[in-house]
């Protein structure tokens, strides 16, 4: 199995950068690693994946150390709505590769 | 646009009933997945779809029958519901090479299902 270990929980203030820590120890040459989010009472929301190269999208940055045994999922500015599981998930990209953990729940309060 | 559509939202079935949860997307996507989540629990695979005309068992798939229609819709069946069926359910659909693609996979808000 492919598994990662993140904190359960953590939290911030609003307007505050947040970096939510994850390590894949296990991580193949070829997998990449993936950052999912989930609030409350929806479905899981991709956020973003990268392989080897420090990644920035419209919702944030993903650092990713030069060993790939870990990674950073980075919210520069988290404001209220990202309240939420942050997954941490490493693997092929295929369906049957991509497993789940328990994730981090981050709490922003004003 | 809607992305992935999942219905019912809300079920509640007897032990021993059956039902199928039905799933459309509207992304042109190749890929399906069903994952069943417990409270407090991660997502776990049941079934997948890589394209039109396969299937595959995932992690989770005793219990569980399904059918991928056409491209763009993915049913999942319970034939004989149990307890430890309750769960919210998610349905899920990308492109095929995912590692190439910049959005991943696009969920579905869910089923939740409970059996009595």
């Known amino acids: 199995d492919a598994k990662t270990t993140q904190p359960n929980s953590m939290e911030s203030n609003e307007e505050e950068p947040v970096h939510l820590p994850c390590n894949h120890s296990t991580i193949s040459g070829t997998d990449y690693i993936h950052w999912y989010r989930q609030l409350p009472s929806q479905g899981p929301e991709y956020v973003i994946h990268?392989?080897?190269s420090n990644v920035n999208n419209r919702m944030a940055s993903l650092a990713i150390a030069e060993d790939r045994k870990s990674s950073t999922l980075i919210l520069h500015r988290a404001t209220l709505r990202d309240a939420a599981v942050y997954y941490c998930?490493?693997?092929?990209?295929?369906?049957?590769?991509?497993?789940f953990g328990t994730g981090t729940r981050l709490q922003v309060t004003l | 646009n809607a992305g992935v559509t999942q219905t019912p939202k809300f079920q509640v079935l007897k032990t021993g009933q059956s039902m199928t949860l039905q799933c459309a997307q509207d992304?042109?996507?190749?890929?399906m997945y069903w994952y069943r989540q417990d409270p407090g629990m991660g997502l776990r695979l049941i079934y997948y779809?890589?394209?039109?005309?396969?299937?595959d068992k995932g992690e989770v798939p005793n219990g569980y029958n399904v059918s991928r229609l056409n491209k763009r819709e993915f049913s999942l069946r319970l034939e004989s519901a149990a307890p430890s069926q309750t769960s919210v359910y998610f349905c899920?659909?990308?492109?095929?090479?995912?590692?190439?693609?910049?959005?991943?996979?696009?969920f579905g808000s869910g089923t939740r299902l409970t059996v009595v």
């Open positions: 992304m042109n996507h190749n890929s």
């Open positions: 998930i490493h693997g092929t990209g295929t369906a049957s590769k991509l497993t």
């Open positions: 899920a659909s990308s492109e095929l090479t995912l590692q190439v693609r910049a959005n991943g996979y696009t």
């Open positions: 990268g392989l080897t």
């Open positions: 779809s890589a394209s039109e005309g396969t299937t």
